[in-house]
């Protein structure tokens, strides 16, 4: 900081308030020069309003405290809390770590309640309701009449997977960039989306009690082949039927093939 320097050369540097200043100077011309100037009229005359550095260590101290006191309470938590499977299995879903598990365990009681994931999406707040009226279509919002606790560590889980790096969680991060475009807009519409597909991976893994992976398990008739593709050999035959060893393999090819073909008759 240019005031910390000023200090270590033996100068003694006057911090000025901001908003304070705007409103003194709020009726006059603003540029460099003349901010210059008026800052130092101001200091010349007396009514230099100054920022507190001792308000601002103070906040600092508190600020610090309180880390510390969060950081006690989480570690107290993690030596206390017993791990069931339950949690165990939501603790595997990126984003989602020993706290959240609980907190989301202990919200949704059990799981069997609801009939679908869809249920459990509205229950949770996160379902988007329409507010269309004769020809207007307006913009979509969740219900506030939901479980707010749950919610809310469901977007908690949010900020933990756009925090991590690496493999794990990489399909939820590729959804989130592809709704903001590269993070450029509707963020928030994107992080209530990525807490709706959190809380249908809740439903599923706490259903079927498997734990997430992100490389999901192939459909039935699905085969591997020697790239680790996954495929179908069903519809790779059908395809090899179909069509010829002299036929061009893209359709746009074949359409202009055709077209070249009749031209030419």
């Known amino acids: ?72 309470v989480e570690d107290w938590m993690a030596g206390h809390l017993k791990a069931n499977e339950t949690v165990q299995l939501l603790a595997t879903i990126p984003g989602i770590g020993l706290i959240l598990a609980h907190v989301i365990s202990a919200e949704i009681g059990e799981i069997e309640r609801f009939p679908s994931r869809r249920h ?17 279509h307006g913009r979509r919002h969740c219900s506030p009449a939901c479980n707010h606790a749950l919610r809310w560590a469901l977007i908690e889980a949010v900020t933990g997977v756009l925090n ?35 809380a249908q991976l809740v439903y599923v893994i706490w259903r079927k009690r498997t734990p997430y992976s992100d490389s999901p398990p192939p459909r039935p008739g699905m085969a591997e082949d020697h790239a680790g593709v996954v495929s179908n050999p069903r519809r790779q035959t059908r395809v090899k039927q179909a069509m010829r060893s002299d036929q061009p393999r ?16």
């Open 250 to 265: 893209h359709p746009m090819v074949r359409c202009r093939s055709k077209t070249v073909s009749q031209t030419l008759a």
């Open 1 to 72: 900081m240019i005031a910390d320097l000023l200090e270590e050369v033996g100068l003694e540097p006057h911090l000025g308030h901001p908003p304070a200043i705007k409103v003194l100077a709020k009726t006059e011309a603003k540029g460099d020069r003349i901010d210059a100037d008026r800052l130092g009229k101001f200091q010349l005359r007396g009514i230099l309003p100054e920022a507190s550095r001792e308000v601002l260590l103070g906040y600092l101290e508190l600020l610090d405290r309180l880390s510390t006191l969060i950081e006690q």
């Open 120 to 136: 459990l999406n509205s229950y949770a707040g996160l379902a988007p309701l329409s507010d269309d009226s004769a020809d207007r």
């Open 164 to 198: 991590s790096r690496g493999s794990r969680g990489w399909r939820l991060r590729k959804l989130y960039c592809r709704l903001t475009h590269g993070g450029q807009c509707n963020k928030a519409q994107a992080k209530v989306a990525l807490a709706r597909e959190l």
